[in-house]
């Protein structure tokens, strides 16, 4: 297996062409952890540190900034509003009939003008969420007071650096190696990890060595399992009846159509996320207002999710729904059933047609519901560990984890099949 592995390196480093992608992606990352340092005027770091410790909701918001919004960055937002439109834009499919045939019926064309669309609408959101955030740090005395013209910098400042981080994913996509934008928040968890190793050794006693040796026994026991439960799968048999052509008498091929039992991913966590951070958003707006109501409602919500049994009781919740949801949303049975029956091929045992989009669904069902209870587990892990043992220097929660390994097992794969193609 190392030999293998030491090949294929050789191959990868020695083809022209994939050596060329990996270094723009590191060239790509190198220059957003740049980005990623560059601070918005005004900045008290002092109570930056204190409110980002106190608060863990916004320290897992932070993942998805790619470690710019602990720095208060020009890229603090980083792809949130990116991947927020996208979300609404899959949303979309289910509401309104032209964002659906787009998506599912005009090919690469449709799929292109989806992309565009998910563009522009970042815009919009970018500047909802720079004027949010903004409105809220200034609220906790992490930014200094903002007159109108500092406050229309700084939200242009913000939004145009959500905007170049969306560009440098979509560089990263086309001309490098795997997902941009996931690779993007990749980066910006691992540039945590050194610092949070520290902040831990630092902050070790006698007294809690045992719970981090226990910390990091329970860490490489969830990469296993995010590994092992990434690549499982439910197998439904496919067979093809036979086809005469001519005088010929094809025989009917089986194969099977495999249901992942993390089908959507880490999208729904995205969901949680995004619908957690809409109150906090919404009422630090109208507490800016100077609104009595709306100042003491956004000071109980903070304190709602800062207890780590409610907000991981919440989270969980959320998280669940949104993996049956986004299933509902991104696959559909009654598709599958009908390009099944449209190429000759059949479930044995069920009729084509309805029946088969029944047993689709029902299967679908099942193998979501033990994925959905693990994505939430994950989730929440983080909060139950707090909860029990009071320990809040964990070096990386379990959204963050399950992140981090589903990307490198992506970009492992996508490397792997650039080297097979060039090996035959």
Known sequence: MLNSLIRKLKLAFGDPEIRFRIFFVIAALVLFRFLAAIPIPGVDKNALAAFFSDNQFFGLLNIFSGGGLSQLSI?????????????IMQLGTIIFPQVKQAYFEEGEAGRAKFIEWSRLLTIPMAVLQAVAFLFLLEGQGVISHLGTMALIANIALVTAGSLLLMWLGELVTEFGIGNGVSLIILAGILATVPGSISQAIFAATAANIPAYLAFTVLGLAMIY?????????????????????????????????????????VIPIIFALSLLLLPQMALSA?????????????????????????YGAVYFLLV???????????????????????????????????ETEEYIGKVVNRVTLPGAAFLGLIAVSPS??????????????????????????????KIDAQVSLREY
Request: aromatic residues 10%; glycine residues 8%.
């Open 320 to 354: 669940v729904l949104f993996t049956y949801f986004y299933t509902a949303v991104t696959f559909e049975p009654h598709r599958v059933a009908e390009n099944l029956q449209k190429s000759g091929a059949f479930v044995p045992g069920v009729r084509p047609g309805r």
């Open 225 to 265: 399992a995010v590994v092992v439960v990434s690549d499982a799968e439910r197998s439904i048999p496919i067979a093809y009846a036979r086809a005469v052509r001519g005088a010929a008498l094809s025989k009917g091929a089986a194969t099977y159509l495999p249901i992942r039992l993390l089908q959507a991913g």
């Open 384 to 413: 139950i560990i707090q909860g029990l043992t009071g320990v809040t220097t964990l070096v990386l929660g379990g959204t963050a984890l399950l992140i981090a390994v589903q990307v490198a097992l992506d970009l492992a794969r």
């Open 286 to 310: 109208l507490a800016a207002l100077e609104l009595s109501f709306a100042s003491s409602a956004a000071l109980w919500y903070t304190a709602f999710l800062s207890n780590p049994w409610n």
């Open 75 to 87: 890229v603090m937002l980083g792809v949130g509003p990116y991947i927020t439109a996208s979300i």
